[in-house]
Protein backbone atom coordinates (compact mmCIF):
# COMPACT_ATOMS: atom_id res chain seq x y z
CA UNK A 1 0.00 0.00 0.00
CA UNK A 2 1.30 3.24 -1.14
CA UNK A 3 0.85 5.17 1.95
CA UNK A 4 3.13 8.21 2.08
CA UNK A 5 2.48 8.85 5.81
CA UNK A 6 -0.33 10.90 8.09
CA UNK A 7 -1.83 13.90 7.53
CA UNK A 8 -3.59 14.68 10.54
CA UNK A 9 -4.88 13.64 13.64
CA UNK A 10 -8.34 14.38 14.69
CA UNK A 11 -9.64 15.70 18.35
CA UNK A 12 -12.86 16.50 19.92
CA UNK A 13 -12.66 19.12 22.40
CA UNK A 14 -14.04 21.40 24.54
CA UNK A 15 -11.72 24.61 24.19
CA UNK A 16 -10.48 24.72 20.81
CA UNK A 17 -8.69 27.81 21.31
CA UNK A 18 -7.09 26.77 24.65
CA UNK A 19 -6.05 23.59 22.57
CA UNK A 20 -4.63 25.50 19.81
CA UNK A 21 -2.24 27.76 22.18
CA UNK A 22 -1.14 24.26 23.56
CA UNK A 23 -0.22 23.13 20.11
CA UNK A 24 1.31 25.97 19.24
CA UNK A 25 3.55 26.32 22.13
CA UNK A 26 5.59 22.86 20.00
CA UNK A 27 5.85 25.03 17.37
CA UNK A 28 2.56 24.03 15.12
CA UNK A 29 1.09 27.04 13.09
CA UNK A 30 -2.31 28.11 13.01
CA UNK A 31 -3.04 27.31 8.89
CA UNK A 32 -6.58 26.89 8.88
CA UNK A 33 -9.90 28.68 11.19
CA UNK A 34 -13.33 28.68 10.23
CA UNK A 35 -16.72 27.78 12.28
CA UNK A 36 -15.79 24.18 12.89
CA UNK A 37 -12.40 24.41 14.40
CA UNK A 38 -8.44 24.85 13.57
CA UNK A 39 -5.80 23.34 11.82
CA UNK A 40 -2.38 23.24 13.56
CA UNK A 41 0.38 22.31 10.98
CA UNK A 42 3.85 21.47 10.99
CA UNK A 43 6.18 22.76 8.17
CA UNK A 44 5.38 19.65 6.07
CA UNK A 45 1.66 19.96 6.28
CA UNK A 46 1.17 16.74 9.09
CA UNK A 47 -1.37 18.42 11.29
CA UNK A 48 -3.71 18.35 14.12
CA UNK A 49 -7.00 19.20 13.67
CA UNK A 50 -9.39 20.74 16.85
CA UNK A 51 -13.08 20.06 16.37
CA UNK A 52 -16.24 20.76 19.01
CA UNK A 53 -16.78 17.74 20.95
CA UNK A 54 -20.48 18.12 20.18
CA UNK A 55 -19.97 18.89 16.50
CA UNK A 56 -22.14 16.86 13.92
CA UNK A 57 -20.27 14.49 12.09
CA UNK A 58 -17.24 13.54 14.26
CA UNK A 59 -16.37 10.32 14.14
CA UNK A 60 -16.99 8.75 17.91
CA UNK A 61 -14.32 8.24 20.58
CA UNK A 62 -12.73 4.90 21.06
CA UNK A 63 -13.09 5.16 24.64
CA UNK A 64 -15.84 7.38 26.07
CA UNK A 65 -14.61 10.34 27.48
CA UNK A 66 -11.44 10.78 24.90
CA UNK A 67 -10.58 13.87 22.80
CA UNK A 68 -8.78 11.77 20.31
CA UNK A 69 -11.09 10.58 16.93
CA UNK A 70 -9.29 9.60 13.98
CA UNK A 71 -5.93 9.21 12.35
CA UNK A 72 -5.66 10.80 8.67
CA UNK A 73 -3.62 9.09 6.37
CA UNK A 74 -1.98 10.75 3.21
CA UNK A 75 -1.79 7.70 -0.07
CA UNK A 76 0.25 8.68 -3.11
CA UNK A 77 -3.27 8.80 -5.96
CA UNK A 78 -6.49 7.64 -6.39
CA UNK A 79 -5.04 4.36 -7.56
CA UNK A 80 -3.76 3.52 -3.83
CA UNK A 81 -6.83 5.01 -2.45
CA UNK A 82 -9.00 2.47 -4.54
CA UNK A 83 -6.70 -0.30 -3.29
CA UNK A 84 -6.67 0.48 0.16
CA UNK A 85 -10.58 0.72 -0.02
CA UNK A 86 -10.72 -2.60 -1.86
CA UNK A 87 -9.04 -4.08 0.48
CA UNK A 88 -10.30 -3.34 3.73
CA UNK A 89 -13.65 -3.78 2.09
CA UNK A 90 -13.43 -6.95 2.59
CA UNK A 91 -14.44 -7.63 5.85
CA UNK A 92 -15.68 -4.01 7.40
CA UNK A 93 -17.69 -0.89 6.38
CA UNK A 94 -16.61 1.78 4.45
CA UNK A 95 -17.54 5.04 4.06
CA UNK A 96 -16.92 7.83 1.21
CA UNK A 97 -16.68 11.52 2.34
CA UNK A 98 -17.23 14.13 0.00
CA UNK A 99 -14.09 15.03 -1.14
CA UNK A 100 -13.27 11.30 -1.90
CA UNK A 101 -11.63 9.68 1.59
CA UNK A 102 -12.51 6.55 2.92
CA UNK A 103 -13.55 5.61 6.32
CA UNK A 104 -13.32 3.13 8.56
CA UNK A 105 -12.32 1.44 11.44
CA UNK A 106 -9.40 -0.64 12.56
CA UNK A 107 -9.12 -3.85 14.49
CA UNK A 108 -8.18 -1.89 18.00
CA UNK A 109 -11.52 0.46 17.80
CA UNK A 110 -9.77 3.19 16.02
CA UNK A 111 -11.39 5.40 13.18
CA UNK A 112 -8.85 5.31 10.69
CA UNK A 113 -9.17 7.89 7.45
CA UNK A 114 -7.71 7.50 3.85
CA UNK A 115 -7.05 10.70 1.49
CA UNK A 116 -4.85 11.11 -1.78
CA UNK A 117 -1.89 13.30 -1.80
CA UNK A 118 -2.24 17.32 -1.60
CA UNK A 119 -0.03 19.77 -1.91
CA UNK A 120 1.86 20.85 1.51
CA UNK A 121 0.50 23.74 3.84
CA UNK A 122 1.92 26.90 3.22
CA UNK A 123 2.66 29.30 6.31
CA UNK A 124 1.03 32.40 6.65
CA UNK A 125 2.78 35.40 7.90
CA UNK A 126 3.09 35.72 11.20
CA UNK A 127 3.07 32.09 11.88
CA UNK A 128 6.33 30.93 13.84
CA UNK A 129 9.56 31.33 12.62
CA UNK A 130 10.56 28.22 13.61
CA UNK A 131 7.73 25.79 12.92
CA UNK A 132 8.01 22.23 13.97
CA UNK A 133 9.32 20.01 11.00
CA UNK A 134 6.98 17.27 10.99
CA UNK A 135 4.87 14.92 12.68
CA UNK A 136 7.28 11.64 13.47
CA UNK A 137 5.69 9.49 15.70
CA UNK A 138 2.35 8.81 17.04
CA UNK A 139 2.02 6.02 20.35
CA UNK A 140 -1.28 4.13 20.56
CA UNK A 141 -2.66 2.25 23.48
CA UNK A 142 -4.58 -0.77 22.79
CA UNK A 143 -5.92 -4.03 24.15
CA UNK A 144 -4.04 -6.61 22.25
CA UNK A 145 -0.95 -4.87 20.78
CA UNK A 146 -0.64 -8.47 18.48
CA UNK A 147 -3.76 -7.80 16.58
CA UNK A 148 -3.36 -3.87 16.51
CA UNK A 149 0.33 -4.67 14.32
CA UNK A 150 -0.97 -7.49 12.42
CA UNK A 151 -3.93 -5.49 11.00
CA UNK A 152 -1.45 -2.67 9.99
CA UNK A 153 1.41 -5.10 8.63
CA UNK A 154 -0.73 -7.20 7.11
CA UNK A 155 -3.91 -4.92 5.54
CA UNK A 156 -1.96 -2.17 5.22
CA UNK A 157 1.53 -2.91 4.68
CA UNK A 158 3.02 -1.03 7.32
CA UNK A 159 6.95 -2.15 7.96
CA UNK A 160 7.84 -3.75 11.26
CA UNK A 161 10.98 -1.72 13.21
CA UNK A 162 10.22 -3.41 16.07
CA UNK A 163 7.82 -6.19 17.97
CA UNK A 164 5.27 -2.79 18.35
CA UNK A 165 6.93 -0.33 16.42
CA UNK A 166 5.79 0.21 12.90
CA UNK A 167 6.36 2.67 9.83
CA UNK A 168 4.36 3.49 7.41
CA UNK A 169 5.08 2.26 3.72
CA UNK A 170 6.07 5.06 1.89
CA UNK A 171 7.63 7.17 4.56
CA UNK A 172 8.87 7.73 7.73
CA UNK A 173 6.79 8.27 10.46
CA UNK A 174 6.59 5.70 13.44
CA UNK A 175 3.36 4.52 14.51
CA UNK A 176 3.97 3.01 18.64
CA UNK A 177 1.11 0.38 19.90
CA UNK A 178 1.66 -0.01 23.36
CA UNK A 179 -0.37 -2.34 26.12
CA UNK A 180 -3.91 -0.59 27.19
CA UNK A 181 -6.53 -1.62 29.50
CA UNK A 182 -9.21 -3.76 27.64
CA UNK A 183 -11.88 -2.09 25.89
CA UNK A 184 -10.18 1.25 26.58
CA UNK A 185 -8.06 2.10 23.24
CA UNK A 186 -6.88 5.68 23.41
CA UNK A 187 -4.09 7.82 21.67
CA UNK A 188 -0.72 8.11 24.39
CA UNK A 189 1.53 10.50 22.73
CA UNK A 190 2.37 12.71 19.68
CA UNK A 191 5.70 13.64 18.61
CA UNK A 192 6.99 16.49 16.40
CA UNK A 193 10.49 17.00 14.80
CA UNK A 194 12.15 20.21 16.23
CA UNK A 195 14.55 22.34 13.33
CA UNK A 196 17.06 22.57 16.79
CA UNK A 197 17.76 21.10 19.70
CA UNK A 198 17.30 24.13 21.81
CA UNK A 199 13.82 23.90 20.36
CA UNK A 200 13.11 20.06 21.58
CA UNK A 201 14.59 21.09 25.07
CA UNK A 202 12.60 24.45 25.99
CA UNK A 203 9.06 22.97 26.19
CA UNK A 204 9.15 20.03 29.12
CA UNK A 205 10.53 22.55 31.63
CA UNK A 206 8.72 25.40 30.37
CA UNK A 207 5.37 24.05 30.57
CA UNK A 208 5.68 22.68 34.21
CA UNK A 209 6.86 26.34 34.98
CA UNK A 210 3.75 28.02 33.72
CA UNK A 211 1.32 25.74 35.18
CA UNK A 212 0.72 23.65 31.36
CA UNK A 213 1.53 20.27 32.61
CA UNK A 214 3.82 17.76 34.20
CA UNK A 215 6.74 16.56 32.57
CA UNK A 216 6.30 12.64 31.02
CA UNK A 217 9.56 11.76 29.22
CA UNK A 218 9.28 9.68 26.21
CA UNK A 219 11.43 6.99 24.76
CA UNK A 220 13.71 7.61 22.09
CA UNK A 221 12.87 7.21 18.40
CA UNK A 222 15.09 4.70 16.03
CA UNK A 223 15.37 3.61 12.85
CA UNK A 224 18.49 3.47 11.94
CA UNK A 225 17.99 1.42 8.70
CA UNK A 226 16.32 4.53 7.25
CA UNK A 227 18.69 7.07 9.18
CA UNK A 228 15.58 8.44 10.93
CA UNK A 229 17.19 8.89 14.40
CA UNK A 230 16.22 10.80 17.21
CA UNK A 231 15.83 11.29 21.20
CA UNK A 232 12.84 12.73 22.50
CA UNK A 233 14.03 15.59 24.68
CA UNK A 234 10.55 16.86 25.84
CA UNK A 235 7.12 15.61 26.29
CA UNK A 236 4.77 16.08 28.68
CA UNK A 237 0.69 15.83 29.27
CA UNK A 238 -1.43 19.16 29.72
CA UNK A 239 -3.14 19.41 33.26
CA UNK A 240 -6.77 18.72 32.42
CA UNK A 241 -8.44 22.03 34.37
CA UNK A 242 -6.06 24.00 32.23
CA UNK A 243 -5.84 22.44 28.28
CA UNK A 244 -8.54 19.68 27.79
CA UNK A 245 -6.04 18.25 25.06
CA UNK A 246 -5.98 14.45 26.47
CA UNK A 247 -2.54 13.76 24.99
CA UNK A 248 1.15 13.61 25.74
CA UNK A 249 2.89 15.93 23.45
CA UNK A 250 6.74 15.52 22.39
CA UNK A 251 9.57 17.53 20.74
CA UNK A 252 12.43 15.42 18.70
CA UNK A 253 14.75 16.70 17.26
CA UNK A 254 16.43 14.61 14.87
CA UNK A 255 19.55 13.74 14.94
Known amino acids: MNILGIDHLLFGVDDIPRCAEWLMSFGL???????????????????????????????????????????????????ALAAIGKALARDR??????????????????????????????FRDGDRKKPARALVQVAYRVPDVERAVRFYVQRLGFLVRGPDLLRVPAGNTLVLFLQGAPGQPCIERI?????????ADVHGPLGCA???????????????????????????????HVCPFDCQTSNAHLL
Do not use: N
Open 29 to 79: GDVASDRHGRRLAAADGSAIVLRDSKALHLPPAPTAGVAFRATRYTVADRH
Open 191 to 199: AFASREARD
Open 210 to 240: IGWGEWAAARGLHDDRDGLVAHSLAGYRPQR
Open 93 to 122: HIDQGPDGSLRTMDDAGFCIEFQCDTDAVI
